[in-house]
């Protein structure tokens, strides 16, 4: 049995234009209705919401019969998280609060087997590698395993070039809402001073050789974004369309809604 490969990583190799959108209802069902949508990638949420390894694994399962991309964004740089996440299936990771280049190269080195990492061995028992049946996991996985670090710190824009400069690093996502927190502007991240950030971070990135990534629910801004050298975007939430479908059908009949 073949290693599945990983679509999305070469899409970030190749700066592709990458639609996705965030998964925080923590549900299977849900998860497959956005992966019906179309979206290039979908975002399951740890850090945020109520996602636990089961929860991510059922969506996971839900996910495979697309042929959108599944990425995980973890609570926190836990190696042992990272373990198991991998175990789990996950190929792609969405790591936040990365300040600096000593961090991600723990990253790196948190999803690779020694001699270059120190991930733990235990394929037997992971469904990432079909639990053995998977020919040679141990050198194909490391081909198909891609990183993506948040910078949302005042710090990660200090280090952003050494980060982007890290060796097993994919990709680098913006995170206008932390950044905003992070430059005194919390709620407001569209401030001009959190704009003037990303629109001077995302050729960096892109001149590091690397994918550069936001957040941004709007069209024309996306597309100023990607000017810049954004390729790959996160452009809504589930539980946002959600409770934003659900105020516009209620104020359809209700005129004071």
Not at 95 to 100: H, K, R, T, W
């Amino acid at each position: 049995m073949n290693l599945p490969q990983n679509p999305f990583k070469r899409a970030l190799s190749d700066h592709r234009r990458q639609l996705g959108a965030f998964l925080a209802l923590a549900d299977a069902h849900s998860a497959e209705v956005m992966a019906s949508a179309g979206f290039d990638w979908l975002l399951i949420d740890c850090e945020h919401a109520p996602n636990d390894l089961r929860l991510v694994l059922a969506q996971l399962q839900a996910l495979a019969a697309y042929p959108v991309q599944p990425v995980l964004r973890l609570a926190d740089h836990d190696a042992a998280r990272i373990k198991q996440a991998l175990d789990l299936g996950v190929q792609n990771l969405l790591v936040p609060m990365v300040d600096s280049a000593e961090q991600a190269r723990a990253l790196v080195r948190a999803m690779h087997y020694p001699p270059r990492g120190i991930r733990g061995v235990g394929a037997g028992m992971a469904r990432a590698a079909r639990w053995g049946a998977v020919d040679d996991y141990y050198t194909a996985a490391p081909k198909e395993l891609c990183l993506a670090v948040q910078i949302e710190t005042r710090a990660g824009l200090d280090n952003l070039d050494a980060i982007a400069a890290v060796d097993g690093v994919d990709g680098v996502f913006l995170g206008p809402a932390d950044l905003a927190a992070a430059l005194g502007h919390l709620g407001q991240p569209t401030h001009p001073e959190v704009r003037a950030a990303v629109e001077g971070a995302l050729p960096r990135i892109r001149a590091a050789g690397k994918a550069a990534g936001v957040y941004c629910g709007d069209a024309a801004l996306a597309a100023q974004y990607a000017a810049l050298g954004a390729s790959f975007f996160l452009i809504a939430a589930d539980s946002m369309l959600l409770r934003g479908a659900a105020v516009a059908a209620l104020g359809r009949f209700i005129a004071d809604k």
